[in-house]
């Protein structure tokens, strides 16, 4: 019955704005009872408003092999596993899709029971959506700052300008603080932040640049 209301879900929202998301319910049902906590701000960009140039940032940043794989990169999990395996830590090898997954449909923290479901939700996006419309959904519930979910938020709030005129340097700085959004700030960016977009400035470029998204279509 679960696996049926999934499937239904994102055949409507493969078209229509994705409204909310676990993490942002969850951060607004927080911030009702805690005033540390701030409620969301997200403001849903359609695809082809987003500069090309966030678009590949966060591929560039994020997710290298996302034209290539279908919900789970098996050579970064496989590396991930194993470097887990030996006591080093490892970010996982999430790819954007596995990450949307969370997003959408589940919950912070580390457990096989979640990454298994992440696993499987990404590869049911990967069938019912394109590649698209997973890196739109994705940019438009990724958090980016305490408050702020998706880029249309991020770039008003954090960086002062519409999305609209997020240029190579923006779109790099707002990918850089994507592993802790709450940890790091692009407003204020510091010093590993500023190193973190140099980085991915330069993996824009070695990914192919704008020629890269044409992969997606």
Same mark, same amino acid.
């Given at each position: 019955?679960?696996?049926?209301?999934?499937?239904?879900?994102?055949?409507?929202?493969?078209?229509?704005?994705?409204?909310?998301?676990?993490?942002m319910l969850?951060?607004?049902?927080?911030?009702? $009872?805690?005033?540390?906590?701030? $409620?969301?701000? +997200?403001?849903?960009?359609?695809?082809?408003? #987003?500069?090309?140039?966030?678009?590949?940032?966060? #591929?560039?940043?994020?997710?290298?092999r996302f &034209?290539? +794989?279908?919900?789970?990169?098996?050579?970064?999990?496989?590396?991930?596993?194993?470097?887990? %395996?030996?006591?080093?830590?490892?970010?996982?090898?999430?790819?954007?899709?596995?990450?949307?997954?969370?997003?959408? $449909?589940?919950?912070?923290?580390?457990?096989?029971?979640?990454?298994?479901?992440?696993?499987?939700?990404?590869? %049911?996006?990967?069938?019912?959506?394109?590649?698209?419309?997973i890196l739109?959904?994705?940019?438009?519930?990724?958090?980016?700052?305490?408050?702020?979910?998706?880029?249309?938020?991020?770039?008003?709030?954090? %960086?002062?300008?519409?999305?609209?005129?997020?240029?190579?340097?923006?779109?790099?700085?707002?990918? &850089?603080?994507?592993?802790?959004?709450?940890?790091?700030?692009?407003?204020?960016?510091?010093?590993?932040?500023? &190193?973190?977009?140099?980085?991915?400035?330069?993996?824009?470029?070695?990914?192919?640049?704008?020629?890269?998204?044409?992969?997606?279509?």
């Amino acid at each position: 019955m679960l696996f049926v209301a999934l499937c239904v879900w994102l055949l409507i929202f493969r078209w229509l704005p994705v409204p909310t998301s676990a993490f942002m319910l969850r951060q607004d049902v927080v911030a009702i $009872f805690s005033a540390d906590v701030p $409620f969301v701000r +997200h403001d849903w960009v359609s695809l082809d408003e #987003i500069p090309r140039p966030m678009q590949l940032a966060v #591929i560039a940043s994020e997710d290298q092999r996302f &034209a290539e +794989h279908w919900g789970v990169d098996v050579e970064a999990t496989t590396a991930a596993i194993n470097a887990e %395996l030996k006591g080093r830590k490892t970010g996982g090898g999430s790819t954007i899709t596995q990450q949307l997954a969370k997003n959408l $449909f589940l919950w912070q923290g580390r457990s096989y029971v979640r990454k298994g479901l992440e696993w499987g939700i990404a590869g %049911l996006i990967e069938i019912l959506w394109s590649k698209d419309r997973i890196l739109e959904v994705y940019l438009n519930t990724a958090q980016f700052g305490k408050a702020d979910y998706g880029v249309g938020a991020a770039a008003q709030n954090l %960086l002062n300008k519409p999305v609209g005129k997020l240029g190579a340097a923006d779109a790099a700085l707002l990918a &850089a603080v994507l592993p802790a959004p709450t940890k790091f700030n692009a407003a204020k960016p510091s010093g590993y932040v500023r &190193a973190r977009q140099s980085r991915i400035l330069r993996q824009m470029r070695s990914i192919g640049g704008a020629a890269y998204l044409q992969k997606l279509d």
